[in-house]
């Protein structure tokens, strides 16, 4: 079977891994070269039972790095609390660790099997239907690309992200996304001794309104995330804006402010909504929705890139099980998929009124919550919670 993804992030590269010992695939990137930027994301959860499978894990844990855990800081300077990142990793049986998102695309990148053609800078425009001479039905399904070239394919699989171009022509009426009430940001820089400053826990900043990471990416670079509430009802796109991040985020903390001077020009960082992706179906056709495309949690849950690499998988094996009946795998994914990103994705919703404090009382509360997380068998129960989501 031809197999055409389109997007070469998280998602599509490991469908493509899961798909190339059957298929032919190809995948098309809109972008001339991988990403970089990016967050740092905690992986664990179905993906990684996934990517031990795929026989992936390796690669990622080796460009993976393990915190200790979380500082919270006033603006002042002063520590107000720590959480510790062991309770996590053992409630996961030690399947569990850090590493920047992109670096995930370039774990996948460098295990990609040979017969797989990506081809960068492609970006399709189009999906029609190819139909059967016989039935009158899809057999297949045809990409335009920006350049005027078509590509013919069995299937198509769109794993475009949250902001999806092809979920509108999959589920009419669904092609936008759901605010969460946020906005982030986020970069990398230079900048050895504030990584040694860091060492290997994250700041957090115990702010109202507003909040800040830091962390050590590496040994040269450190991570910043910046985040503040936003109109909920709100879901264009933010324009990026380096004034708009030092006159918003500046008083945070002092190691966030020296953070600040480095910010990198607008469209050279992510900053988007806090966002979900919601769509009544999967499928229509020989086009399907994976990933983000299909199902992101947003970052409040935690899991989107566990996620992607997990539902690659259940694609695939839900493919490799229907044979040329490739309508009953997409039915068969959607139904063994779905319940699972439902139940993260209503995780999600739940935490999100506590991602940052509206007001001073909300933020006490969260101080005081900290303090119990520091007593006997409260921390064990949390992580456990927290890695069953």
């Known amino acids: 079977m031809d197999v055409t993804i389109i997007g070469g992030g998280i998602s599509g590269l490991a469908l493509a891994h899961e798909l190339a010992p059957d298929h032919r695939v190809t995948v098309l990137e809109s972008a001339p070269g991988p990403r970089g930027g990016g967050y740092m994301i905690d992986f664990f959860g179905p993906g990684f039972r996934a990517a031990e499978r795929m026989g992936v894990i390796d690669e990622l844990r080796r460009r993976g790095r393990a915190f200790d855990g979380v500082r919270y800081g006033r603006p002042d300077g002063a520590e107000t609390g720590r959480i510790d990142a062991a309770p996590l990793v053992r409630a996961a ?16 990148l460098a295990v990609l099997p040979s017969q797989v053609e990506l081809r960068r800078g492609a970006l399709a425009v189009a999906v029609r239907d190819r139909e059967g001479a016989a039935s009158g039905t899809p057999d297949g399904a045809v990409v335009t690309l920006e350049d005027g070239s078509e590509i013919a394919a069995d299937l198509v699989v769109a794993c475009d992200g949250v902001r999806s171009a092809w979920r509108e022509q999959v589920a009419p009426g669904h092609g936008g996304i759901v605010p969460m009430g946020y906005r982030v940001a986020c970069y990398l820089v230079e900048g050895p001794a ?42 264009r796109r933010p324009e990026p804006d380096p004034d708009h991040l030092r006159r918003r985020f500046t008083g945070l903390h002092p190691q966030i402010d020296a953070a600040l001077e480095h910010v990198p020009a607008a469209g050279e960082y992510y900053d988007d909504l806090v966002a979900q992706s919601s769509a009544p179906r999967w499928s229509r056709g020989r086009l399907v929705l994976a990933g ?17 690499i997990a539902g690659a998988e259940v694609l695939a094996r839900s493919l490799r099980a229907a044979g040329p009946h490739v309508e009953v795998g997409l039915e068969e994914y959607e139904r063994a998929w779905r319940p699972t990103t439902e139940r993260i994705a209503r995780s999600g919703r739940l935490s999100a009124g506590a991602f940052i404090p509206s007001t001073m009382l909300r933020l006490r509360t969260q101080q005081i919550a900290r303090r119990a997380v520091g007593l006997p068998g409260v921390s064990r129960l949390l992580a456990r919670s927290f890695i069953a989501a």
């Open 93 to 108: 049986g030690g399947r569990y660790f850090s590493i920047l998102r992109p670096d995930v695309e370039q774990g996948l």
């Open 194 to 235: 504030l990584a040694a400053e860091l060492g290997d826990r994250m700041l957090m900043t115990d702010t109202v309104g507003r909040v800040g990471w830091l962390y050590a990416a590496d040994a040269a670079r450190v991570g910043v995330m910046l985040s503040e509430r936003t109109d909920p009802h709100e879901d």
């Open 292 to 308: 983000d495309a299909a199902h992101a949690p947003s970052l409040l849950a935690g899991q989107g890139t566990s996620l992607a």
